[in-house]
């Protein structure tokens, strides 16, 4: 099965700061690779998704942006932080699309203050 | 577009007793129905999950009855532990690899 790292575990960032989270994977090779935010008390929001490197695809506008510069590694990033962007991240993999299920990593607790 | 419905948004339930989430799809694309476990401050996991070419599922006391005629699907706890206490997701899954997740129900099972 795959193991997702996700680092920092926490983070606390004044508003205006820049920002990146990374994700990798172990375990698979080629995987689909997933951002979502998850705001306390409510569901996962998809915010990018990749099928491979360099290949990135938005969900939703917002002033985050992803990148994948390796085949198992993905970066979350911002320039300038907003307070909306307080939230739980999650990284998750899928090995093979449509055969196996999407797997989450630990996540990342991001606090704009 | 909220493509996997899913009630209630949180569920109170006395130890013992049977704990029941229920979802709802519209994608007829779908055809892996997972539900996740997620406690506080940690990824979700997967609990079971099913094909819609079987009705039921059972593992230990998980249980997800799935009806495709009427695009339900739903998830039994039987004897609730406060150790379930935690969050439930649906999801739908697309032969592309499409995931679309239920908005989760928060269970709390009490002594």
Redesign the interface.
């Known amino acids: 099965s795959q193991t997702i790292h996700q680092w920092p575990a926490t983070l606390v960032q004044p508003v205006g700061s820049p920002l990146s989270l990374e994700c990798t994977v172990e375990g698979t090779s080629n995987p689909n690779l997933y951002w979502y935010r998850q705001a306390a008390g409510r569901g996962l929001q998809l915010l990018f998704y990749s099928v491979g490197i360099g290949q990135i695809s938005s969900e939703v506008p917002q002033n985050l942006s992803a990148s994948r510069p390796q085949d198992r590694q993905f970066i979350l990033s911002s320039k300038k932080l907003l307070l909306s962007d307080s939230g739980f991240y999650l990284c998750a993999s899928q090995g093979l699309a449509g055969q196996e299920t999407q797997y989450f990593g630990p996540g990342t607790r991001l606090l704009v203050l | 577009q909220q493509q996997v419905k899913q009630s209630p948004q949180s569920l109170i339930v006395q130890k013992g007793g049977i704990s029941i989430i229920n979802c709802a799809y519209e994608n007829t694309a779908f ?2 129905f ?1 539900w ?1 476990q997620q406690f506080p ?6 609990l079971i ?1 099913i094909r819609p070419d079987v009705s039921e599922k059972k593992e230990g006391r998980f249980t997800i009855s799935f009806n495709k005629s009427a695009k339900q699907f739903s998830l039994h706890i039987m004897d609730s532990q406060p150790g379930d206490s935690a969050t439930y ?1 649906c999801a739908g ?5 499409k ?1 679309q ?4 129900t ?1 269970v709390v099972v009490t002594p």
């Open positions: 055809d892996y997972p996740y401050g940690k990824g979700p996991a997967l999950a997701f899954e697309d032969s592309w690899g995931f997740f239920g908005a989760g928060q």
